[in-house]
C-alpha cells in the first residue's frame, strides 16, 4: 500500500507523537510541526521499529522518518568474548571500515615516508606509537557516535540504546545494559541487526584469542601476531599490523581471498610476502594457551598449536586474531515467535523488496544472502524506506556492487571474477584483458622485490560485444579508481567504450583504456614506459 504524505498541520490531535519512556539511556523524537506526516490505519506505538542502529538500519530510519513515519531504532551491542564493547553506528563506524581504513592509511604512510626519501625528503621510518594510533581512531569514532545521536534526535527517529527481542508479529521487548525493560508495538519491522565474527570450536580460542571487533581500541602493542583466516578481513589486519611493524603471519586454511579473482589474490599474497607477512599454508588452529596474562599495556603470551601440512607444529604469539567468518544475529531476536524463516547460516530470504516471509517484517543489510557491504545496506536501507513511505518503487540492484579490499596492494573490483565468468558463460565465451602497470608515483622507487605487482584485468563477454562482465584492479587508490568505472559496468559498457574513453595522464586508472594483451594470447604483460 502507498502511504500517503499529510502534513502534522492537520494531525494535530494524535497524542502518540510524544512518548515519554522511563528506562534505559534513551530521548523520544517530537516532531516539529512542519514536519511531513504519514496517514495511519492502526493504534502501534510506531509505524517502524528497526532493529539494529548500523549503516542500515540508520538508513533506513532516518530516510522514513523524513517521510513522515514515527520511528524508532534500537541499537544495542553485546561486549565481545574480551569485553570489548562500542556505541551506535553498527560495525563500519566501530569495527569496521572506518577504524580499518585509518589503520591501513596509517601502515601506508609507512611505505609513503620512505617514498619521500627518494624525492629529497629527509625522514625516517623509526617506530610507531600504537597507543597514539589507537587514540586518535577511537576519539573519531566516540565523536561520530555523538554526531548521530544528535542526528536522530533532529530527524525526530527515537533511539532506544537497548536489545530488541520478538513478542509477536508487532510486538519487540527491549532490555537496556541496566536489565531494564521496556514494551514497543510497531506497525512495521525492518530488521538491520548485521552480524559479528565467528570463534573457531578450538580450545582456548574464545578464552585468549580476539576478533576484528577487539583489534581496533586494543589497549597495548598487540606484539607478535597471528592472524587466522585469509578472507580480506584476515589479510586486512595483517596488512596494515605488518605496515606498522607488528611481527605478522596468517594462518590459511586453503585459498587466498575466496570469491574474489583469483590472480589478482595470488599477487596480494606475493606482495604482503615480500612485505614481511608469513603465510603458513595450509594451516588450521588446534588449540591456544596462555603462558603469560595480559596486563592493562602489555600483551598476553599464547601458545598456539596448529597443522601446517598436516603435521602439527606450535609457536608463541601475543595476539591470535580470528578472522573466519562472521554469523547473522538472526537467532537471537527471537524469530520463532513471529515464525521467520531464515537460513542455517542465519542470513534471511527476502523477495526483490526486502520483505521476509513474515508480511510487516523486512530485513536489510549484512543479514541478507548479498555482498556484505556498507553502502549496499545503506542504500537496501534507504530505498526500502522510500518504497514504504514515500510511495516510491525503485529496488536495490545487487548486482555489480563494486568493492575494494585495503591490503597493502589495494584491490578494487566490480563484477564477475574470470573464474565465475568462465563458470557462468564458458571459457569460449571469455576474454580477459590483462596488463601490469606502474603507477607513476613509484618510478623514482629503487628497483625491489615488490615490484610487478600492480595489476588491472577486464573480463568480458565475447558472445555479448565483449560487454565487461569483470574489472579488477591492484594498486593505489583502488577504492576511488573502481568506484568510478563501477558506473560503466551497470551501464553496461563494452570493451570498445573502455578503448573509446581517453585516459587521464599520468594516472593509473588510464590503464584500463589502453589494454589490448589478452590473457588467451599468453603474450607478455610487461609494464610498457609511456
Ligand atoms: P551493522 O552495521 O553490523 O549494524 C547492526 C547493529 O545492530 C549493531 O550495532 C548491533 O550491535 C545491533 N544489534 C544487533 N542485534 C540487535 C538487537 N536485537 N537489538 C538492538 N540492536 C541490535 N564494508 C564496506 O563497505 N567497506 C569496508 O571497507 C568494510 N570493511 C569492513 C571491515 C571489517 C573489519 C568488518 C567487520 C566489516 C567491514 N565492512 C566493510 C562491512 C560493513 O561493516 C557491513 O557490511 C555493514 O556494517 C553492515 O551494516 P548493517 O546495518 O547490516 O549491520
Ligand atoms: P569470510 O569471507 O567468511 O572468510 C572466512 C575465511 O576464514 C576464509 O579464508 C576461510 O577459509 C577461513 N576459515 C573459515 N573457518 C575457518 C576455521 N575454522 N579455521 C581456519 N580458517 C577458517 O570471512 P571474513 O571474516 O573475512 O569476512 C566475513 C564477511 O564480512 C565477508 O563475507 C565480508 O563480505 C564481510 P576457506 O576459504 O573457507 O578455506
Redesign the pocket.
Known amino acids: 500500500m502507498i502511504a500517503i504524505r499529510v502534513y502534522r498541520a492537520t494531525l494535530k490531535t494524535v497524542s502518540y507523537l510524544s512518548i515519554t519512556a522511563k528506562v534505559g539511556r534513551f530521548y523520544s523524537a517530537v516532531p516539529a510541526d512542519d514536519m511531513p506526516q504519514i496517514e495511519r490505519s492502526h493504534d502501534y506505538n510506531f509505524d517502524l521499529a528497526v532493529l539494529g542502529g548500523g549503516s542500515g538500519g540508520l538508513a533506513c530510519a532516518k530516510e522514513a522518518a523524513k517521510h513522515g513515519a514515527k520511528v524508532v531504532v534500537f541499537d544495542f551491542v553485546q561486549p565481545t568474548a574480551q569485553k570489548t564493547t562500542w556505541g551506535i553506528g553498527g560495525t563500519c563506524l566501530n569495527v569496521g571500515c572506518i577504524p580499518k581504513k585509518l589503520m591501513h592509511t596509517a601502515s601506508i604512510y609507512g611505505e609513503l615516508m620512505e617514498d619521500a626519501q627518494n624525492y629529497g625528503w629527509d625522514v625516517t621510518r623509526n617506530s610507531h606509537d600504537w597507543g597514539k594510533m589507537v587514540g586518535n581512531i577511537q576519539n573519531h569514532i566516540k565523536g561520530q557516535n555523538w554526531k548521530i545521536r544528535v542526528d536522530l534526535r533532529e530527524k525526530n527517529v527515537t533511539y532506544y540504546n537497548e536489545y530488541a527481542t520478538f513478542v509477536d508479529k508487532h510486538t519487540v521487548k527491549s532490555v537496556n545494559k541496566r536489565g531494564a525493560e521496556r514494551t514497543v508495538t510497531a506497525d512495521k519491522f525492518v530488521l538491520a541487526m548485521g552480524?559479528r565474527?565467528?570463534y573457531?570450536?578450538?580450545p582456548g580460542a574464545s578464552d585468549f584469542a580476539i576478533t576484528?571487533d577487539d583489534i581496533f581500541s586494543l589497549k597495548y602493542h598487540p606484539g607478535k601476531t597471528l592472524c587466522?583466516?585469509?578472507?580480506?578481513?584476515?589479510l586486512e589486519c595483517a596488512g596494515f599490523l605488518n605496515g606498522i611493524g607488528v611481527d605478522t603471519t596468517v594462518?590459511?586454511?586453503?585459498?587466498?581471498?575466496?570469491?574474489f579473482d583469483s590472480d589478482c589474490s595470488e599477487k596480494i599474497g606475493g606482495y604482503m610476502e615480500q612485505s614481511g607477512v608469513k603465510f603458513i599454508r595450509p594451516g588450521?588452529?588446534k588449540k591456544i594457551e596462555c603462558i603469560k596474562e595480559a596486563t592493562a599495556d602489555t600483551a598476553p603470551e599464547l601458545r598456539v598449536t596448529y597443522t601446517h601440512n598436516g603435521e602439527e607444529k606450535s609457536d608463541i604469539y601475543n595476539t591470535v586474531l580470528?578472522?573466519?567468518?562472521?554469523k547473522p544475529l538472526t537467532d537471537k531476536i527471537n524469530p520463532e515467535s513471529i515464525g521467520l524463516k531464515y537460513d542455517p547460516n542465519g542470513k534471511i530470504p527476502v523477495n526483490e523488496e526486502e520483505l521476509t516471509n513474515v508480511d510487516n517484517v523486512y530485513a536489510i543489510g549484512?543479514l541478507l544472502n548479498a555482498?556484505?557491504?556498507t553502502p549496499l545496506a545503506i542504500q537496501s536501507g534507504r530505498l526500502l524506506a522510500k518504497r514504504l513511505y514515500a510511495g516510491s518503487k525503485i529496488l536495490t540492484d545487487y548486482v555489480n556492487v563494486p568493492t575494494t579490499v585495503f591490503t597493502p596492494l589495494e584491490y578494487g573490483s566490480v563484477g564477475l571474477s574470470e573464474d565465475q565468468a568462465i563458470a557462468k558463460y564458458g571459457e569460449d565465451n571469455i576474454e580477459v584483458y590483462h596488463t601490469l602497470h606502474t603507477p607513476t608515483e613509484q618510478v623514482v622507487r629503487e628497483p625491489s622485490e615488490l615490484d610487478g605487482y600492480n595489476y588491472a584485468k577486464l573480463v568480458v563477454n565475447i558472445a555479448d560485444n565483449e560487454c565487461i562482465l569483470g574489472l579488477h584492479y591492484l594498486g593505489p587508490n583502488a577504492g576511488e579508481i573502481t568506484g568510478g568505472f563501477g558506473l560503466g559496468l551497470i551501464m553496461g559498457a563494452t570493451k570498445t567504450d573502455f578503448d573509446r574513453l581517453v585516459g587521464i595522464h599520468p594516472t593509473c586508472s588510464e590503464v584500463f583504456t589502453t589494454m589490448n594483451i589478452t590473457k588467451r594470447s599468453g603474450n607478455s604483460i610487461d609494464v610498457e614506459d609511456c
Open positions: 552480524g565474527p565467528n573457531p570450536d578450538v576484528s587466522v583466516g585469509a578472507s580480506y578481513i584476515s594462518l590459511v586454511r586453503s585459498i587466498l581471498l575466496r570469491g588450521l588452529p580470528f578472522a573466519i567468518g562472521r549484512d555482498p556484505e557491504l
